[in-house]
C-alpha cells in the first residue's frame, strides 16, 4: 500500500523488485553517507592504540560479527598470510555477543594467533583505529549498503573487500575486490595489498574521490523531495 519505497542502493532496489515485481515505479534510492570527521580523541594516537594491546601493524575489521559478516573465513585468511607476516595483527571491532563469541572459540580451538577482539571502541578511538591500519577488510557475503568501507576511506586507508555486487556499486573502483567465500583468494587479495605499495596509494587516492559521491544532505534532500512529490 505505501506510495513510494525509499532505499539506500542499487542493488537493494533490484534485490527488492526481484521479489515484489509490482513495486518497481514505487521505488527510489537515496544513498547513505559517511561523516569524513569524527571526534577526535584527546590522547596520542600510541597511547590509543596501546590501550587495546596494539603495538604492532594490523588489518582491521569493523562491525557485527552475524553470519553473513563472514568473519570465519576472513580468520582463515588470516592465518594463511600469518607466515609471511608473522608481526600482523588481525584487530576486530565489535560490541561483544554470542557470534563474537563463537569466533572466538574458534581462534582458540585453532590456536589462531594475533587474532585481537577489541569489543565496542568509541568514534574517538575508532577514529585513531582507523587511520592506522594497514587496510581495512570487508568480507562481507550480503549488504544493503555496506558503511564502515567507505569510513576506512574518508580515513584514507585502503580497503580489501568482497566481491558482492552491493560493494562494487557503493565503492566502485576504490577497493581491492576479491571472492571472499574462498579463504585464499582473499588471503591472497590483503597479501597482494600489503605488498604494493603503489597499489595502496592509489586505492587511497581513489578512497577520497569515491567519498564526495555520498553526503547526508544530499540523502535528506533527496527523501525530503519524495514526501514533498
Known amino acids: 500500500r505505501a506510495k513510494k519505497i525509499i532505499t539506500v ?5 533490484k534485490d527488492i523488485i526481484s521479489k515484489y515485481p509490482k513495486v518497481s515505479e514505487k521505488m527510489v534510492v537515496t544513498y547513505e553517507a559517511c561523516d569524513d570527521t569524527c571526534q577526535i580523541s584527546k590522547d596520542s594516537p600510541h597511547h590509543i592504540l596501546e590501550k587495546y594491546g596494539i603495538i604492532k601493524q594490523y588489518i582491521l575489521y569493523v562491525g557485527n ?4 559478516k563472514n568473519l570465519e573465513r576472513l580468520i582463515e585468511s588470516f592465518e594463511l598470510i600469518s607466515g609471511k607476516f608473522p608481526d ?16 572466538k572459540k574458534m581462534v582458540i580451538e585453532k590456536n589462531i594467533p594475533n587474532v585481537q577482539f577489541l569489543g565496542f571502541v568509541s568514534d574517538a578511538d575508532l577514529d585513531v583505529l582507523y587511520r592506522f591500519a594497514e587496510c581495512y577488510v570487508f568480507p562481507s557475503l550480503y549488504e544493503g549498503f555496506g558503511l564502515p568501507p567507505l569510513e576506512a576511506m574518508a580515513k584514507g586507508t585502503p580497503v580489501v573487500c568482497s566481491d558482492h555486487p552491493c560493494m562494487q556499486d557503493i565503492l566502485g573502483s576504490a577497493a581491492f575486490y576479491e571472492n571472499a567465500k574462498n579463504s585464499e583468494s582473499f588471503a591472497e587479495a590483503i597479501s597482494k595489498v600489503l605488498d604494493d605499495k603503489v597499489l595502496k596509494e592509489n586505492l587511497v587516492a581513489k578512497g577520497y574521490e569515491q567519498i564526495k559521491k555520498y553526503s547526508w544532505d544530499k540523502m535528506a534532500r533527496e527523501t525530503a523531495e519524495v514526501y514533498l512529490n
Open 65 to 68: 560479527a552475524y553470519p553473513h
Open 9 to 13: 542502493s542499487e542493488f537493494t532496489k
Open 88 to 103: 600482523l595483527r588481525l584487530a576486530l571491532v565489535g560490541k561483544e555477543d554470542f557470534f563474537y563469541a563463537r569466533l
